[in-house]
């Protein structure tokens, strides 16, 4: 940073293992495939559903210390979810029918799907 004093180191994560998976896991959703897919309008009723549907994975939210804009992974039927703070949501699936059924329970604009 151009101001030397405003730079500080900020955790992510408690440990370097973890931002190992995290990248690992991020990366996965990124990917330029069929099986991918991107909610941004994700509202509270949306994050409720998700969290009726789904089981949410013992991974800690993160960054640390910020409990309400925390990004949060969890794992639907055959497919794999981060909830980026109810501000978007990243889904890939094992399969495309997989895909489609999280879609169909999660209401939106999904960026990829051409249903």
Not at 10 to 27: G, K, M, Q
Not at 43 to 48: M, R, S
Not at 103 to 108: F, W
Request: aromatic share 10%; glycine share 6%; with cysteine.
């Amino acid at each position: 940073m151009a101001d030397k004093a405003a730079e500080r180191w900020e955790n992510w994560l408690e440990r370097l293992s973890l931002c190992f998976i995290e990248i690992v896991l991020s990366e996965s959703l990124q990917a330029e495939d069929e099986r991918c897919d991107f909610l941004s309008d994700f509202d509270d009723y949306g994050v409720e559903l998700l969290e009726q549907n789904c089981t949410r994975l013992p991974f800690p939210a993160y960054p640390m210390g910020e409990q309400e804009h925390s990004i949060r992974w969890f794992l639907g039927h055959n497919v794999l979810l981060s909830d980026d703070d109810a501000v978007a949501l990243l889904a890939r699936g094992r399969a495309e029918a997989a895909l489609d059924g999280i879609r169909g329970l999660l209401p939106g604009d999904w960026l990829n799907d051409f249903r």
